[in-house]
């Protein structure tokens, strides 16, 4: 079975608002969550680079929203994709509702922004049960369009110890755990991009393991 891959990805622009934006041209998956969440890393992890998104040094300073264009590929076919990294939320020090915490220019790029196929929130796996990201989870659900899908990915899964893990996905059924540590998760994350915006990729990846189960259990049979 083949597994999608991002063979390119590159920068494009920083943008202010929607007005200074890309044009909607072209499928795009937003990635947002809290400051120190490892959203960059995960757009590194997931472009396998090590510095296309930059950590940055004053972290919540940066209210920018950044574009970068890929290209997968999955079984000899060519996708291109276009990720959109949103300025992290959640940083003021005292608890103010949403809209003051996110620009309302962010707010406005999330809620009006027709290219946006699929929302990737990311929530540190330590504090699955931060009110910031349920508050975000909630607002999102208000808007979200039948063609867009929102997607929760926990990250820093390799602090948590195995108890905790099955905790975590019991409470979030759906939910994809993650580390940018030790790489893992990353497939069904790209599972989830390709199979949202093109339709490819989850029924293969099914066909594949009920194949696997059969061979072991012709296997047990046999043994
Ligand atoms: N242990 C662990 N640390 C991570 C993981 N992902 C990110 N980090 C660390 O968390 C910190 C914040 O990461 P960064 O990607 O800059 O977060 P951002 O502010 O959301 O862009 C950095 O010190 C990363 O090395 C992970 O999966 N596991
Ligand atoms: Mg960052």
Redesign the pocket.
């Known amino acids: 079975m083949s597994i999608p891959r991002v063979v390119e990805a590159k920068f494009i622009k920083s943008a202010q608002s929607i007005a200074d934006s890309l044009p909607e041209d072209m499928s795009e998956v937003v990635f947002l969550?809290?400051?120190?969440?490892?959203?960059?890393?995960?757009l590194?992890s997931l472009t396998q680079r090590k510095n296309l998104?930059k950590?940055?040094a004053t972290?919540g300073k940066t209210q920018l929203i950044n574009f970068f264009e890929t290209r997968y590929l999955y079984n000899e076919q060519s996708y291109p994709v276009r990720f959109v990294d949103l300025p992290?939320f959640g940083y003021a020090k005292v608890s103010k509702s949403l809209k003051e915490v996110w620009q309302k220019n962010l707010v406005e790029f999330i809620k009006h922004r027709v290219s946006i196929r699929l929302f990737i929130h990311?929530r540190d796996a330590r504090h699955p049960h931060a009110k910031i990201d349920d508050d975000v989870e909630a607002y999102i659900s208000e808007f979200i369009r039948p063609d867009q899908k929102y997607l929760t990915v926990f990250?820093?899964?390799?602090?948590l110890n195995q108890k905790e893990r099955g905790k975590l996905k019991r409470d979030f059924p759906g939910s994809i755990v993650?580390?940018?540590?030790?790489k893992n998760g990353l497939d069904r994350v790209h599972q989830e991009i390709l199979y949202t915006i093109f339709e490819v990729g989850k029924e293969e990846e099914k066909s594949a393991a009920e194949k696997k189960s059969t061979i072991e259990k012709e296997k047990g049979a046999e043994g």
């Open positions: 969550g809290r400051s120190n969440v490892g959203k960059s890393s995960t590194n998104a950590s940055s972290p992290g990311l990250t820093k899964i390799d602090k993650l580390s940018n540590l030790k």
